[in-house]
C-alpha cells in the first residue's frame, strides 16, 4: 500500500483523553478513533491488526476442535429472567424497547443464548460432546469508559461453550481450552500465564484468567519465576488426549492475581516469586449446571434417564487484545508489532522524494515486493526523510527499508529491525530473498 | 468436517412460520434460528456461507482500491441531528439511552459516521479521492420482520464510501463500484441487472439497484433481454481506467424496477421486454454535497478555496445475499449452492454404515480427499441411506460421493452433480483427481 493513498490519520501530539500507553499509541499512529465515549472506529490499519489476531483466535479454536458459530447482537431480555441475571447484571447492561415495546438488550456476553439455541438442537447424548464459539461484538455501558480498547463499551470478543454429559467430559473441554489458549496467546507473540481465579458459588478449581505481564496493568499478580521461564507452547498438539500433561505443568506452579494471593501461605521462596502487574486477556470457567438448570437445558443419556448438560464458557477479549500486545511490546518512540499481527510486514522508505532516481528505484523495490505477496506499506509522501522515520517507528511495522541517495550509488539499501534497531546495509538484489519467506498475514 | 461431529440440526418438517423458499431451506437445513422476531444466530453451516460471501465482497472492494475499516454498531444521537436525518428516519432507528441518559442509536447506515471520521481527518485536497467502506451489522426495527433473512431486523451489510473533489471525480468513483458489483455478484453465481432507481431531490441519474431476478422476487421488473445475454463481468478491469464504457455496456440497454418502469414510453418492443419478479442485492447512489453540507466537511482545494466534498454511498445486503441466492438457485429437493459459497465442496456419503468394509474405505477417502484441503462434509451417521440422500440434496453441496457395498466391490464409487443430478459410476483412484482442484473456499 502506498502511504499517499492510504487513510492513515496520524497525530503529532499526544492526545490528552489518553492516558496509557496503548490509547496514546493507537490514537497517534491512526489506528483508532474515539466516535463516543468508550467507542472507537478502527480505521484501516488498526483494522488490519484486528483482523489478524481475530484469525490466529479462530485458527487455534477450529484446531481444538470447536465450531464457529455467529449469535446476534441484540438478545432478548426474557432468556436473562429465565436464567435470573436479567435484575443482578445492573447496569453495565444496555437495555431497551424495540417498536414494540418489547425489552431487548446488546448482550454483554451469550451463556443464555447460547443454552437457548443448544436445548433447542440438542435432546440426545449421542451429540455430545460439543465445543461451540463465536466472535462478536459486545456491549457494556460502563460507568466510566477509559483507558481506550482496554476498558471500552463496544468490545469484540471471543466466547466458546462447551457441553458435556458430566465432570470428567466437561473437564477435557476446560483443558482444550486451556490449551488453545496458550497456543493463541504464544502465537500472538505474548507471554500469557494461567492464573487461578475466583470460581464463586460452584467452586471447584476450573478457572483460570490468562495474565499478560506489563508495567501499565491493571492489577498486581504473582507468580514463580519458573513460569516466565517457560517456553511458549507452539509445537502440534494431539486435542484427542486428556492434555492434563500439559495443563499440569502450568498449574503446578504458583502465580496468583492479587485478590488470590496470599504473602503467609505462599509456598515458593520470595527469590522466586516474581511481583508484577498483569492484563487479563482470557478467561476460562467450568460452571457444571448452573444455566442448563435454571433454563431446562436437558439431554436423554444412554440409559434414558434426563440430566442437566454440564456447561463452561470460555473468553477471549480479541479488541482488548490490540491494546495488550501494545502495552507489552512499545518503546518511547512508538509500537513494536509482533511479525503475526502487524499490520504491513514491512515498511519501504523513499528517503529522498525528490530525488527521481532513488524514486524510480524504490517504486522497483515496491512493485517486486508486491509481487512476492510481501505486505509493503510504501512511504512514498513529499515530506521530510526524518517525518517518515519516526511515523514508520511509530507505527511499529517489523522491517523497515530505508532507500536514499547514497546508498543507491553503491546498489544498497538500509534494512532496520525495529525492535532490536539493528541496521544493516544490504544490496538491492538481496532484498528480495531476504523477505521473501516472511510471514503474508491473511487478507481477512 | 465429520457430520456426526458437526452442529447442525436439520428439520424434518417444513417451518409453518416461513413464507419464502429461502427462509424454509436455511431452517430446515441447519444454517439458521431465530432467536427473536428478525434476528438470527447463523449454525456453523450458515455462518460458513455468510463468511464466503463476505469475503468475496471485500476481495472486490479491495481491488477496486477501497479501503476496509470497521465502524462500531452504536452511534451517538448528535451526528444524526446535525444532517437532520435523526427526526425524518422513523421508528426503524432503534433509538435508546446509555446509562448517563445520553441517546445513542443502533446505527441503520453510516453517512453521519463516515462523514465526521472523514472531517475529523481530512482537510485538504491532497488527500482526495478517498473509498472506504465496512462490513457490519446494522439494526432496522421493521414494523413487520418476515421472510427470514430477506426482511431481517439485524442484519449484515457492505457500506462504502467515496469522497472526491468534484462531480467527475466523484463519477469515476460510481463507476468503480458499478463495475465491483457487477464483478462481486458474477462470482456469487448470481445474474444481477443494473437497474436505475430513483435519485430523490439530488436528482441526476447516479442510481442503480442490483436486481436479481427470481421467481419470488419481492417486486416486478422489467428488462431488455439483451441484458439477461449478457455474459457475466469476470475478466480482470483496470480500475484505474474511467470504466465508462463497461458502465455504458449495461446502461445502454432498458431495465426498470416497477416504480419506474412506463409501458408507454418502454423505447423497446414487447418481444424484447423481459417481465419478471426481481430481488434488490445492491445499491449504488451519488449524492453530492448533501451530508458534506450539514455536516461541514470541507476540503482546502489546490488553489485555497474551501470546498464540500462530493460523496456517495454504496451498499450490498451481505446476510441478505444467502437467502437471495437460494431463492435463484433452488429445487424441490433443496439448495443448490453455487461453488464459490457452497459451505462444503463436497458431500460424502457411506450408504451402507453397517458394512464395516465399506465404513473402512469412506473413512480413507475422507482423510485423502482432507489432505488435499477439499472441504468435504462426510456423513458418517448411524441412519439410513434414504435419510442420508434427501439430507445431502437439502444441504446443497455442489458434489456428493456414495459409498456403497455394490460398487466398492468393484472399486468404484458414484459422483452425483447436485445441480445436473447427473451420476457417474468412477474408480475410488480417480476420485483424488477428478477434485484435486475444486476450489477450496477461505477459511475466515
Known amino acids: 500500500m502506498r502511504r499517499s493513498a492510504l487513510f492513515l490519520p496520524t497525530l503529532k501530539e499526544n492526545p490528552t483523553e489518553a492516558q496509557i500507553i496503548s490509547h496514546r499509541l493507537l490514537l497517534r499512529s491512526g489506528m483508532i478513533r474515539q ?174 484468567e490468562f495474565i499478560i505481564l506489563a508495567d501499565t496493568g491493571e492489577s498486581a499478580v504473582y507468580c514463580d519465576q519458573k513460569l516466565l521461564d517457560k517456553n511458549p507452547l507452539q509445537d502440534s498438539v494431539h486435542y484427542e488426549s486428556d492434555l492434563q500433561e500439559i495443563v499440569d505443568s502450568w498449574t503446578s506452579h504458583y502465580a496468583a492475581t492479587d485478590e488470590k494471593h496470599d504473602p503467609v501461605r505462599c509456598p515458593i521462596p520470595t527469590s522466586q516469586l516474581v511481583s508484577a502487574r498483569g492484563i487479563e486477556v482470557g478467561h476460562i470457567f467450568y460452571f457444571g449446571t448452573k444455566y442448563s438448570e435454571a433454563m431446562k437445558a436437558s439431554i436423554t443419556t444412554q440409559e434414558g434417564q434426563n440430566i442437566y448438560v454440564h456447561m463452561g464458557s470460555y473468553g477471549i477479549g480479541v479488541s482488548r487484545l490490540v491494546a495488550a500486545i501494545i502495552e507489552a511490546s512499545h518503546d518511547d518512540t512508538g509500537i513494536i508489532w509482533p511479525e503475526s499481527v502487524a499490520p504491513y510486514s514491512l515498511g519501504l522508505i523513499n528517503a529522498v522524494q525528490s530525488d527521481a532516481h532513488v524514486t524510480k528505484i524504490t517504486g522497483q523495490i515496491y512493485d517486486q515486493l508486491r509481487q512476492q505477496n510481501v505486505e509493503v506499506l510504501y512511504d512514498d509522501r513529499d515530506e521530510r526523510a526524518g517525518t517518515k522515520f519516526s511515523d514508520m517507528d511509530l507505527i511499529g511495522v517489523p522491517w523497515q527499508i530505508i532507500v536514499g541517495t547514497k546508498g543507491i550509488k553503491n546498489g544498497t539499501v538500509e534494512v532496520k529491525n525495529r525492535k532490536t534497531g539493528q541496521r544493516e546495509m544490504i544490496s538491492q538484489e538481496s532484498i528480495y530473498a531476504k523477505f521473501n519467506n516472511i510471514k503474508v498475514g491473511l487478507r481477512c
Chains 1, 2 share one sequence.
Open 35 to 208: 466516535t463516543s465515549a468508550g467507542i472507537y472506529c478502527w480505521l484501516p490499519m488498526g483494522f488490519k491488526v484486528l483482523k489478524k489476531i481475530e484469525q490466529i483466535v479462530r485458527e487455534e479454536q477450529d484446531k481444538a476442535g470447536c465450531q464457529e458459530l455467529l449469535m446476534p447482537t441484540i438478545q432478548s431480555a426474557e432468556l436473562w429472567k429465565e436464567s435470573g441475571r436479567y435484575n443482578d447484571y445492573g447496569k453495565e447492561m444496555l437495555r431497551f424497547k424495540d417498536r414494540h415495546e418489547r425489552e431487548i438488550l446488546y448482550g454483554p456476553t451469550n451463556e443464555e443464548l447460547m443454552t437457548d439455541i443448544f436445548r433447542q438442537a440438542v435432546k440426545s447424548y449421542r451429540d455430545l460432546p460439543k465445543l461451540l464459539y463465536h466472535i462478536q461484538w459486545k456491549f457494556r455501558d460502563e460507568v466510566r469508559p477509559r483507558f481506550g480498547l482496554m476498558r471500552g463499551r463496544e468490545f469484540l470478543m471471543k466466547d466458546s461453550y462447551s457441553f458435556d454429559l458430566d465432570y470428567d467430559s466437561a473437564k477435557k473441554a476446560y483443558n482444550k481450552m486451556f490449551v488453545a489458549y496458550l497456543r493463541t496467546f504464544a502465537r500472538l507473540g505474548l507471554k500469557a500465564i494461567p492464573m487461578q481465579a475466583a470460581t464463586g458459588p460452584i467452586g471447584g478449581d476450573l478457572s483460570h
